[in-house]
């Protein structure tokens, strides 16, 4: 059983042309039009309550802006031309205007537009592409990422030791770069000869 204040329609664009012609914008109609199996419900009775208090916000909008108008063009009276007082009127006539088309649902905030993002053109190979906004190297080309460049392997003393022994060099030889290089005392002497075995036990020497 449907409710008194609700119309069945067999496609929904026939509830709509009922919520426009009550004066129901286009961005509420959902709130006014539900599916009821093959069917839509049009919830009329909500819907022109809903168009009587979008009135009535607006009516409250349009005698706040024309006292704030008032008030402005009394504080102006004397010190700015008739220029001045005009202009404020007239942006205040805009503001209005906006209100009229902002004014949400039921209360709450009103949804004023927002502003367009600006595009801007930008070459790449060659070409021109519309990009929405600049990254943060291309707004300041001081913070672009510098590539990484190779790495130099850290000098130890067993990297230094296998690649003296690969290369060939005696123990003597080897003792005599890692005591220069690495300042070690003759406890280390042992360092060339161990590792010696270790290059020979991975099959880096014969």
């Known amino acids: 059983m449907k409710a008194p204040d609700t119309k069945q329609f067999k496609n929904r664009s026939s509830a709509t042309d009922v919520l426009r012609a009550i004066g129901v914008p286009t961005r509420d109609y959902n709130l006014f039009?539900?599916?009821?199996?093959?069917?839509?419900?049009?919830?009329i009775s909500l819907a022109k309550q809903h168009v009587e208090t979008l009135a009535k916000q607006?009516?409250?909008?349009?005698?706040?802006?024309?006292?704030?108008?008032?008030?402005?063009?009394?504080?102006?009276?004397?010190?700015?031309?008739?220029?001045?007082?005009a202009a404020v009127t007239q942006a205040a006539q805009k503001v209005i205007a906006t209100t009229h088309d902002a004014v949400p649902p039921f209360g709450g905030f009103p949804n004023f537009p927002t502003a367009p993002r600006l595009e801007r053109t930008v070459v790449r190979d060659g070409r021109k592409q519309k990009s929405k906004s600049a990254t943060t190297s291309e707004k300041n080309p001081s913070l672009k990422k510098v590539p990484n460049t190779p790495r130099t392997e850290k000098r130890t003393v067993s990297s230094v030791a296998r690649g003296l022994i690969v290369a060939g060099k005696t123990n003597?030889?080897?003792?005599?770069?890692l005591k220069s290089e690495f300042k070690l005392d003759d406890s280390k002497k042992s360092y060339p000869a161990w590792y010696r075995r270790e290059c020979k036990t991975k099959g880096l020497i014969k």
């Open 58 to 85: 607006t009516a409250v909008s349009d005698a706040k802006i024309n006292k704030a108008v008032e008030n402005i063009a009394k504080q102006l009276s004397g010190v700015a031309s008739d220029a001045a007082a």
């Open 33 to 43: 039009i539900e599916p009821v199996g093959e069917l839509f419900a049009c919830k």
């Open 172 to 177: 003597d030889e080897v003792w005599a770069a």
